[in-house]
C-alpha cells in the first residue's frame, strides 16, 4: 500500500474511532443521568412525596407533530449535507501524484522496463476507483429517513386538526 492511501486509511480508522468514542460516551452520559432520576424518584417514594414522572416516565410521553417535524428536518437537512459532501469528493479529481509515479518509473526501470513502459507510467494519470463515484447515494438514506418524518408530520398533523 502506498503512502497516501495509508494516510487516507489511517486518518478513516482514527475518524470512526472517535465517532464511536464520541456516541459511546453519549450513551454512558445519557444512561448515569437516567440512573439518577431514578434514584431521585426511589428517594421521594420512600418519603412518601409524590413527584411528576413517576408514574408516567419521561420516555413515555406521546410524541407531538412538532417532534416528528424536527426529527424530519434534522434528518433531511443531515441527508442533503452528507449527499453533498460525497457529490463533491466524487468529483474531486484523484490523480496519481507525481512522486509516486516517479517512485513507480525508476522502480519499473530498475526491474528492467522499457522508455516506452517508463513513459507509460510516468504519464499514467488514471483517476480512482468507480466506486467513489456512486458513494453519494449514501447521503440519500438519511435523507429518506427526514422526508419519511415529514411524511409523518404533516399526517399528523391533518389528523389532530380533524379531532
Not at 406521546?62 to 428536518?73: C, D, E, K, Q, V
Not at 522508455?115 to 504519464?123: G, K, L, S, T
Amino acid at each position: 500500500m502506498d503512502t497516501p492511501q495509508l494516510m487516507a486509511t489511517v486518518i478513516l480508522s482514527v475518524i470512526l474511532v472517535m465517532g464511536a468514542v464520541l456516541v459511546m460516551a453519549g450513551m454512558a452520559l445519557r444512561f448515569k443521568k437516567r440512573e439518577l432520576q431514578h434514584r431521585e424518584w426511589l428517594v421521594a417514594v420512600e418519603k412518601g412525596i409524590a413527584t411528576p414522572g413517576v408514574s408516567e416516565p419521561a420516555m413515555a410521553r406521546p410524541w407531538t407533530p412538532r417532534t416528528y417535524l424536527l426529527r424530519g428536518l434534522m434528518w433531511l437537512f443531515t441527508g442533503m449535507s452528507v449527499t453533498a459532501f460525497l457529490i463533491a469528493v466524487a468529483l474531486t479529481p484523484n490523480f496519481t501524484p507525481a512522486s509516486v509515479r516517479v517512485d513507480d518509473a525508476v522502480r519499473a526501470k530498475n526491474n528492467g522496463a522499457t522508455p516506452e513502459q517508463v513513459r507509460a507510467i510516468m504519464e499514467d494519470r488514471t483517476d480512482g476507483p468507480p466506486a467513489r463515484r456512486v458513494l453519494w447515494i449514501v447521503g440519500l438514506i438519511p435523507a429518506g429517513v427526514g422526508v419519511a418524518y415529514l411524511i409523518t408530520y404533516r399526517v399528523e398533523r391533518s389528523a389532530a386538526s380533524r379531532a
